[in-house]
Every structure is written in structure tokens, then in C-alpha cells.
């Protein structure tokens, strides 16, 4: 019956990205129809569950950086808010009881306080996907939002191991000596290279952990994050995370499978879930003032905030194991699969217009601001600029590079990450921390004496939002941008760039060409 789970997954998949919906919520509609069908599982689909979850768990802990954590900003609105939303939650659900609505009657404080504890996290999936396909995991409000994930991630690690039946033997203590290991276990990645034999290493240091934390009592997935955040910081590890990308998306799929076999949604529990659903605008406005009072600014309060506006892939393992334990009734982490599943549709549509929005309501949204700002959240400008690149990463400190070798300009960049600023700052390079898609930046410079913008940003949607912004800010000059497939072309074309330039097809013609150079070769030979 393996096929035909891959089979039905795939279909809905496909069908939910055609109208721009993550596909997650495809194999979620794929789960409760097979269910209806009749289609019963077999402990396959929970061993391709627990895989998933360990590989998410995983991949995370590998781009942990525990010292950003430690930021007020991260924590604190992290714990402040999930705080908020469990009371929030309790008090409403138990007044829904005793109205007499469906599925609360009978509720106790410990099951509304549970279901509270689920919905107050965001998902990571969603998340990281929306960030990503926008380039944005590495802005400010990216940051922010990866960082209060993890918090709620290691809450929700920690409440499944907690809820588990067996004590932690005296034999856990000896784990705190991991370490130690850190050393040997990056020489064996580097020793790995960069086959198939890195994700392999991946896999067997995620389920070795995760054996070994089994053994002495306490929850494999939580070995899983544990040994991971011991490699993070390297740069071997975040390749072993990229390697692990579609291997660990794929193996979710059973997770989100399994969600739809638990019991057929009734009409009762789409209400609910509705209900639920309709609430994410109260989850994200509580985000958004709870950073604006740790000195975010509204943009990136805002951002930070929309990006967060959906439940979490956790709050159903939450669910889960509260259901295991006799916490809550099982028709609840049906309700939550289908609130999870309306979230992702809620957050992918108004993420996709976060910044038209936050342009159309700026005015009205500053007035939250707080006096004070965090460093991350002061203006920076490109004093005495007149060419500017957008976006440092390696195809734009290669334009830099040869711009200010050939042009007798002043060339600033601009960049969104604060460590790559100070690393290209090492280097002797210009380069200015600041968001090009704040409007509130070209606000705040003087654009007369730029003559050219190029755009090393590997999202050609950002581009055209950008230089939207500067025709309203006046800008004159002349600007390029990059693009990764030849479709995208003709949008840059209409917003106006002057040079577009694909870096993909193009990079052999520049590979070609500075071999001819450096040999001295003819074309006609």
C-alpha cells in the first residue's frame, strides 16, 4: 500500500502548489482522504514519521546560534508570548464549555492549557519555506523569527520528552560530556566531503544520538537537537543541513500523513478549526506588540510577526502526546491537523503582500514604535555612495569587487546580515547594514548622486518591490539585476531594470572568457 501513499501525497501535493499553497497542506488533505477511503496504515508510516521529525529536529539544532538565543528580543518575546496565548486560550475555551459549544463541553483547565501550549507555536516548515523562497532568512525579521522558532521548538522538545513514561536514568548525567566529542565528530564530517556520504553522516549521527538519549531514558528527538547544536557553527555543518533539506521535507510527509488517520473531520470540527483559524490575526498583532515594546522597529515588529501568523507542525506532536497521555480528547488533534492546515493558507497569502502591506499601513503602525531602537535597528547610510549593490553574497561581492576595481566611483554595499557586514568590512570592502525593501531606508538617504543600483538578490519579486520604491523616492539613475530563470526576465524587464543579467546561463560565457584572458588566447584559434 506504499505506492499508493506516495502516489495520493504527491497528487495533492502538486494540486495545492499550483494555487500557491505549501505543499504541506497537500499531504495533510491527502491523509484524511485516504482515511475516508478506508485505507488503513501500517507501522511504515509511523517509522517515516519518527524520521522526519528526528531529521527536522536535527537540521535545526545544525543551524543553531546559541549565542543569539540569548538576545532579549528572541527570548523574551518567545517565552512572553507563548505565556500569553496559553492564558488566552484557557480562559476562551473554558467559556466556550460552559456555553454548551461542541468539543469544549466537559473541557478542564489542563486540556485548554495543553491546546493552548500547541497553538502558541509557528511553524517551522512554513516559515523557513516563506522566508526562503523570498531571501530573506538572513534580514532582521528573519533572524527574529528563527530565532523565537527554536525557543518554541526546544519548549515543545522538551514538554514530548517530559511527557514520556520512563524516568531518565543516572546514566544521563554522562551526557553532558558530548561536548567533547565536537572535535572528532567535525573532523569526520570534513573527512566525509561533500557526497553522499555528508547526508549519510547526517542521518547516522541524528539516529546514534537519538539511540544512545533512548537508552538512558529520555526522548530520541531530543538527541537528535542536542547533538546537532554541539556541531553547529561550522561551516561543514550548515552544508550537512542543506544536504539533509529534501531528505528531511520528504520523510515528513509521513508525519502529515499519519495526522489524517487518526479520525474522519466532522462538520463540528471544521467549525472549530475554523474558529481557530480566524484567530491568527489576534496570535500575530500580539507578536507584533510584544516586539515593538523589546525596540524592534514596526517593519521589522511587523514582518517579524506575519511571517509567525500560522500553528505549528509542533503543536500537532504536542497534541499528539497529549492524546497518548489522556490530556485532551482525540478529536482535538483532528481539529488542530485542520487549523494547522487552514494557518498555512492564511500565512502564505498575506505573507506574499507582507510589504505592500506594511507600506500601505506604515504611517499608522510607527506610532507603536518605542523611543528607544536596538543597534540591529538603526538606520545605516551610504554616505558619499554613488553606485550601490544590493545583496553581498557572492555574486555581489564579486560585483563589487569589479566595480570598484574599474570604475572611478565611490561603490557601497548593501546587506541585510549583520556578521557578513563586518566580515566583508574586514576585508576592506564598503558595506552597510540595511534593508532595501524598507521604505523607510531610501527615505532617508539622499539618491542625486547615485548613478547605478545593481541588485545581487536572488529574488527577482524583492527586485521589482524595490524598485518600485525607489521610483517613488525619486530615483533617476541606472540599475541591473540579476535573474535565476529566463521566465523572470520580462517582469524586471516591465518594472524598468536597464541590465538584466542571468548568472546562471551566464556564468560560462565569464568563465570562458577570463580563461582566454589569462592564457593570452585568440578567439580565432
Not at 270 to 275: I, Y
Not at 470 to 478: N, S
Amino acid at each position: 500500500m506504499d505506492f499508493i501513499w506516495v502516489g495520493v501525497a504527491f497528487v495533492c501535493g502538486f494540486a495545492v502548489t499550483r494555487i500557491g499553497l505549501p505543499p504541506l497542506v497537500g499531504y495533510l488533505m491527502a491523509g484524511f482522504g485516504l482515511h475516508a477511503l478506508g485505507v488503513t496504515p501500517d507501522a511504515t508510516l509511523e517509522t517515516l514519521s519518527d524520521i522526519g521529525i528526528s531529521l527536522l529536529l536535527f537540521t535545526i539544532g545544525l543551524k543553531l546560534n546559541v549565542r543569539s538565543l540569548l538576545k532579549t528580543e528572541i527570548w523574551a518575546s518567545a517565552t512572553g508570548h507563548m505565556g500569553v496565548i496559553i492564558l488566552i486560550t484557557t480562559v476562551n475555551f473554558l467559556i466556550f464549555g460552559l456555553l454548551g459549544f461542541t468539543y469544549f463541553m466537559g473541557m478542564d483547565w489542563t486540556s485548554a492549557a495543553m491546546i493552548g501550549f500547541a497553538i502558541s507555536f509557528s511553524s517551522t516548515v512554513c516559515v523557513v519555506k516563506i522566508l526562503e523562497e523570498k531571501g530573506e532568512l538572513r534580514s532582521r525579521h528573519g533572524q527574529v523569527a528563527i530565532g523565537i522558532l527554536i525557543i518554541q521548538d526546544i519548549a515543545a522538545v522538551i514538554f514530548v520528552t517530559l511527557a514520556t513514561d520512563k524516568s531518565p536514568s543516572w546514566w544521563a548525567l554522562a551526557l553532558f560530556a558530548l561536548p567533547l566529542l565536537r572535535p572528532i565528530l567535525l573532523k569526520l564530517l570534513q573527512r566525509c566531503g561533500h557526497g553522499e556520504l555528508l547526508p549519510l553522516a547526517g542521518f547516522f549521527l541524528a539516529f546514534a544520538s537519538g539511540e544512545t538519549f533512548e537508552l538512558v531514558g529520555l526522548k530520541a528527538h531530543l538527541g537528535a537537537l542536542i547533538i546537532a547544536m554541539i556541531l553547529s557553527g561550522d561551516s561543514k555543518s550548515t552544508e550537512l543541513a542543506k544536504s539533509l533539506m529534501n531528505f528531511k521535507n520528504i520523510f515528513l510527509i509521513g508525519f502529515f500523513l499519519s495526522i489524517g488517520f487518526t479520525a474522519i473531520p466532522t462538520v463540528d470540527m471544521f467549525n472549530v478549526a475554523l474558529v481557530m483559524a480566524l484567530a491568527l490575526p489576534i496570535k500575530a498583532g500580539l507578536f507584533f506588540i510584544w516586539l515593538t515594546r523589546l525596540k524592534l522597529r514596526s517593519r521589522s515588529a511587523f514582518l517579524t510577526a506575519l511571517s509567525l501568523s500560522n500553528y505549528s507542525e509542533f503543536g500537532l506532536i504536542v497534541c499528539a502526546a497529549s492524546v497518548l497521555h489522556g490530556l485532551m480528547d482525540k478529536e482535538w488533534l483532528v481539529i488542530m491537523a485542520l487549523a494547522v492546515s487552514m494557518s498555512f493558507v492564511f500565512s502564505s497569502i498575506l505573507n506574499a503582500k507582507g510589504h505592500a502591506l506594511y507600506a500601505r499601513w506604515a504611517d499608522y503602525l510607527k506610532k507603536f514604535e518605542h523611543p528607544d531602537r536596538l543597534p540591529e535597528d538603526q538606520f545605516s547610510k551610504p554616505e558619499g555612495a554613488e553606485v550601490l549593490v544590493i545583496g553581498m553574497g557572492r555574486v555581489g561581492a564579486g560585483a563589487y569587487d569589479t566595480l570598484q576595481e574599474k570604475l572611478p566611483l565611490t561603490v557601497i554595499g548593501i546587506e541585510t546580515d549583520q556578521e557578513r557586514v563586518e566580515e566583508h568590512i574586514s576585508k576592506g570592502r564598503k558595506v552597510i547594514i540595511a534593508d532595501a525593501e524598507d521604505p523607510d531606508f531610501w527615505g532617508h538617504i539622499n539618491l542625486k548622486p547615485i548613478s547605478l543600483i545593481i541588485f545581487a538578490i536572488p529574488n527577482y519579486l524583492d527586485i521589482v518591490e524595490v524598485v518600485n520604491q525607489l521610483k517613488q523616492a525619486g530615483y533617476t539613475g541606472k540599475t541591473a539585476g540579476i535573474i535565476r530563470y529566463e521566465d523572470e526576465r520580462e517582469q524586471l524587464k516591465d518594472a524598468g531594470i536597464d541590465v538584466i543579467y542571468n548568472f546562471y546561463q551566464k556564468a560560462g560565457d565569464g568563465f570562458a572568457a577570463q580563461t582566454m584572458e589569462r592564457l593570452n588566447l585568440k578567439q580565432n584559434i
